[in-house]
């Protein structure tokens, strides 16, 4: 069975520091892997996956997000943290083969907090 | 706006009570999940439907059940509700054939459910 575990519920940066949001997961073949974004009020929205095609994974708003298999991790950074970024991340597994949307098993989020 | 509807947006309602939850997909998109958010057991995924046909099942209860329409709208009907429902319910819908591998989903707003 697939699992993802996210460390921290709450995470706090500063305005400009790295952002680092970190997911493990656990999967019994390849897997595939997510990280949605929820702001307040508003359903959640893709920033990235990971298919296989390369470990390191470009998304949205400057995110990046880099697998390592022999950490069993997914962890999702960004160089420098904007006010806009405050917002509820999730981490994802599938081990489906197209990473199709049944197969989905959510890490229970990160709240990202930006101090001015 | 991601284009999927939900409604309502707010659901106030009592023990015992049976409610009824509704989801516009994006126009184009076939494919129709639901997942249901809350604080203790994060993001689940309930149950997908394929153009009008019922494709995975999640963490639903048996007091839930869900359909899709022919104009391809779908409801979450709850019954017999009790505290423990109290949840955001998010309807998500996606473009391609589900287990395609570049499937991407586009979630509504939720449904905020409180059962008293």
């Known amino acids: 069975a697939q699992s993802v575990t996210q460390l921290g519920s709450h995470v706090s940066v500063s305005e400009g520091a790295l952002v680092l949001l970190r997911c493990n997961y656990s999967?019994?073949?390849?897997?595939?892997l997510f990280w949605y974004v929820q702001y307040p009020n508003q359903g959640l929205q893709l920033l990235l996956k990971?298919?296989?095609?390369?470990?390191l994974v470009k998304g949205i708003n400057g995110f990046e997000a880099e697998f390592k298999k022999s950490e069993t991790s997914f962890h999702l950074t960004k160089p420098s943290a904007h006010m806009s970024d405050a917002a509820e991340y999730f981490c994802?597994?599938?081990?489906?083969?197209?990473?199709?949307?049944?197969?989905?098993?959510f890490g229970k989020g990160t709240h990202l907090i930006i101090q001015p | 706006d991601s284009g999927v509807t939900q409604t309502p947006k707010h659901l106030i309602t009592a023990t015992g009570q049976r409610v009824t939850l509704r989801c516009s997909p994006r126009?184009?998109?076939?494919?129709v999940y639901w997942y249901q958010q809350s604080l203790d057991q994060g993001l689940q995924f309930l149950i997908q439907?394929?153009?009008?046909?019922?494709?995975a099942k999640g963490n639903i209860l048996e007091r839930f059940s869900a359909q899709q329409f022919p104009d391809l709208h779908s409801e979450l009907n709850l019954s017999s509700l009790e505290l423990g429902d109290s949840a955001l319910y998010f309807c998500?819908?996606?473009?391609?054939?589900?287990?395609?591998?570049?499937?991407?989903?586009?979630f509504g707003s939720g449904t905020q459910l409180s059962v008293l």
């Open positions: 126009s184009g998109d076939l494919s």
């Open positions: 998500a819908s996606s473009v391609v054939i589900p287990g395609g591998s570049n499937e991407k989903l586009f």
């Open positions: 439907y394929y153009n009008g046909e019922e494709r």
């Open positions: 990971y298919t296989s095609a390369a470990t």
């Open positions: 994802a597994v599938s081990e489906r083969s197209g990473g199709g949307a049944d197969g989905l098993t």
């Open positions: 999967s019994s073949v390849p897997p595939y």
